[in-house]
């Protein structure tokens, strides 16, 4: 139990959320670390519907190793296909705030139709964390960060 790995299970609306009403949905793992900066974990996944595609902003590396968030696409919640071989957001550079991680990411749009991607960031390799935001921008080929923060396309 050294890899870890997502999964997906669903249950009724209408549910108490208890064991017996889950069930798995697949027999694998739906996204499994693949390139080097995932390391030995994918986790902390957050989805959001744009259209007919589902985006998953998920953390690839164990905390601090650096995590970085990486984005994949589905269109059905089960088959997911990575928009990069790179992070989408990487952890900063030696110094900055976010140096030992950029990870534990939630996307979530707000009441004005503004997407926000939230994010745990530390330099110190998890002694204290900080939590920040980014406005994500979208484009033919998905969600974008201002050009000034990282280009991972």
């Not at 589905?74 to 992070?87: A, E, M, V, Y």
């Not at 991607?117 to 998890?126: A, I, K, R």
Request: with cysteine.
């Amino acid at each position: 139990m050294q890899i870890q790995m997502l999964g997906v299970a669903a249950t009724p609306l209408k549910t108490s959320f208890n064991r017996e009403e889950w069930k798995q949905l697949t027999s694998y793992p739906i996204l499994k670390p693949q390139y080097p900066w995932e390391g030995r974990c994918v986790e902390g996944a957050s989805v959001i519907r744009r259209g007919n595609d589902l985006y998953m902003f998920y953390a690839g590396a164990y905390n601090n190793e650096p995590q970085q968030i990486g984005v994949a696409r589905s269109t059905d919640g089960i088959h997911w296909t990575r928009l990069s071989n790179k992070p989408f957001l990487t952890n900063g550079d030696p110094g900055e705030w976010n140096y030992s991680e950029s990870g534990h990411p939630h996307i979530f749009q707000d009441a004005n139709g503004k997407i926000w991607l939230f994010y745990q960031g530390n330099n110190d390799n998890g002694k204290t964390w900080l939590i920040s935001r980014m406005e994500v921008k979208w484009d033919k080929k998905g969600p974008t960060l201002p050009s000034f923060f990282n280009s991972w396309k």
